[in-house]
DNA sequence: TTCATTTAGTTCACGTTGTAGACTAAATAT
DNA sequence: ATATTTAGTCTACAACGTGAACTAAATGAA
């Protein structure tokens, strides 16, 4: 339902329609800005100066000119005061960044170890202690932390990580174990990871993120917008059957993607030990490698085929381990996606790899918190004071 | 991007809510309405009276009172004033109906007729028979029609109707030869089928509605919104990838669902000329037809299967043919998706029959203007004169 | 150099809308 | 009959955007 309008909540809404302009808009003179708003000159000076006073915008120096007429004073984003946290717990490591308004990555962290298996207090434990030092950092920059968000490999709802097939976890709630001085969210890698790429990375609006891992995640993007489903549990790419009478699946189905394209399928059939190895063994022209990506990337084909009938996709992105397996699996995907969808639709959709790889979940997890200020920059402004 | 925020639109988004408090909360007095919308008894007043002068609610008598005080004047949504038409094209007859803003059916036209292979022109110039008569009928009840919606059968952009499987047609664009007086839109049956669901049959805010015809569409309601996909053309659940190595399909590929549980298929595979002739020979227990019934349901449920990891649905509606069938294909879809399902969630989705049959198409299509008044009704207020 | 022109930004009286609380209306309970 | 309670209206007021006049700062022409 709609919520009542108060006068309140009229202003709360022109401070973040100006701030969302010169968010998108780039560097914008207050003139600029009533023209793209719709709102007067007046209003938008009144709003850009609380917006400047609060440290959400900036004014960088006079607008090159060279034209006739008083050169406009340009505002944008500033990085000044606002931040946030970005988390990730990965099978090889753990990674923070705190991110200012403007997207500017101000602080990163990075600690390399294997979580497989590891107990999650302990892995939590050790990344409160990363998170700390990045949240002292920021503090020494000035910056002011808003929130924090925790990326992590599977399925989640209501603060709960159900499973982690990579790190062999089971219904953990890791904000009990993450003591932080701010409030700590958590969600799927999978639509963080979509939503870094959304706001990060190539900017389209509309997308499917797909995360290869030991499972198969996908993040939907509709109209800038992430998907989520009637519980928060959709993306579940790795269970589309491709197969049904394939090989049984952990999930209790068969032929499920996964048992075709997960990590581990594609190791055992590329008979490689680790990524590293399958990469390198590609990379020679190994003939049973070179076979496993190529099923794989059918296999893969044939679920983003559903996929696409269902959600009328026009641009899928390849993330996770399929970010670094693109060039082996871009021409059997493509293939699949043109032979089945070219009848129905005139062409099919555009395919690439994951322009900010690993960084992909951190973004996301980090820029979701600063999204959220931008979309309700009024908690942040003090009401301007008559003098 | 968010719209600026001026007193107009405040007053327009402070109508649609008091309005829209009204539509859903049953009948509501002014001071329950202040309570319920946060706005103030003053606002609420006014904001009432302007709804009311516009025909847009209306007060009924006195509210039950038995309680102390003052009893309240209780207002109720009106139809008197707005209507809407909905128009369908199905293969055996033609529907129209005008629904006010209360939902109820005011007036209903229905034409039998086989439309299989019959050419657009006839058969849009007896749907405008049809819409004119509604019309002229509503005008005499003393409606006033603020837009018209047709449903038809087939995938829907931008006017066009690029094909329809069910009559054999193919990019055709209804619009050009249904000349009516108010603005005619088009848009898929399963869609609109979805959205009569959601207003005018259960309640529930997240489903997925599936149109079984010749062809297998699709409208996934997330929310409380119809969700379309980046085209418009989301919901192509009859090219769902059941068996990669399956039967060849129309459109390119082949093992889609609909070369196992589309109208033709079933009819095959169960040896019956037509619908009601599979539903003789299910009733008297014809062993063929329940086998090609029970095989239909298993292969929708894989597609559903695939349908549910990918969007998390928890409400699945059967409609179209699959309406009547019901009966003998819920337990082979529950049964797989319950054996598949089972192990990543905690139970497999709701399955049901459409409550509304038939009428959901049309219904879906009034409705459509009906909630875009609803939703914005400001239009149709003058602005109180101050005396 | 000077002044007209052009564009940017600010100021202020005003209009529109919601608010708060006093006030009136209409019922039940004592 | 009168107190109490709840509904609804009325009025002075506050919040915020508007619009036009005004000031500021540039370019270009005389």
Known sequence: MTQAVRHEEMRARNLEVVLGAV????????AALAEVTGLTKSTVSKLVGDLVEAGLLAETGPARAGERGRPGVEVVLSGARVASLGLEINVDYLAVRVLD??????????????????????VLGELQELASEALAEAHRLGLEAAGAVLAVSGPVGDGVLFSAPN??????????????????????????????????????????YVSGEIGIGAGLVV??????????LAGE???????????????????????????????AAGKAASVPAL???????????????????RALGIALTSAVNLLDLDRIVLGGVFTQLYPWLSGP?????????????GTPPYLTASRLGG????????????????????????????A
């Open 101 to 122: 308004l403007t997207g500017a990555v101000r602080v990163a962290v990075r600690r390399d170890r294997d979580n497989r298996g590891a107990r999650p207090k302990k």
């Open 333 to 345: 995907v493509s293939e699949v996606l043109a032979k089945r969808l070219g009848g129905l639709r």
């Open 237 to 267: 790419l790795g269970h589309v059957v491709v197969a049904p009478e394939g090989a049984p699946c952990r999930c209790g189905g068969s032929g499920c993607l996964e048992t075709y394209a997960g990590q581990e399928a594609l190791l």
């Open 23 to 30: 968010g998108r808009g780039g560097p914008l003179t207050r």
């Open 223 to 232: 109209g800038g917008v992430l998907y989520s489903g009637a519980t928060g």
């Open 279 to 297: 990469l390198a063994a590609l990379e020679r022209g190994d003939e049973t490698a070179l076979a496993a990506c190529a099923a794989a990337g």
């Open 167 to 208: 790190l062999g976890w089971q219904d953990v709630r890791p904000a009990d174990l993450l003591r932080l001085p701010i409030p700590v969210e958590l969600d799927n890698e999978a639509n963080l990871a979509a939503l870094g790429e959304l706001w990060y990375g190539d900017g389209e609006r509309d997308f499917l």
């Open 359 to 386: 960084d992909a979940a951190t973004l996301g997890a980090a820029g979701r918190v600063i999204h959220r200020v931008l979309a309700d920059p009024a908690p942040f402004v003090t009401r301007a004071q008559e």
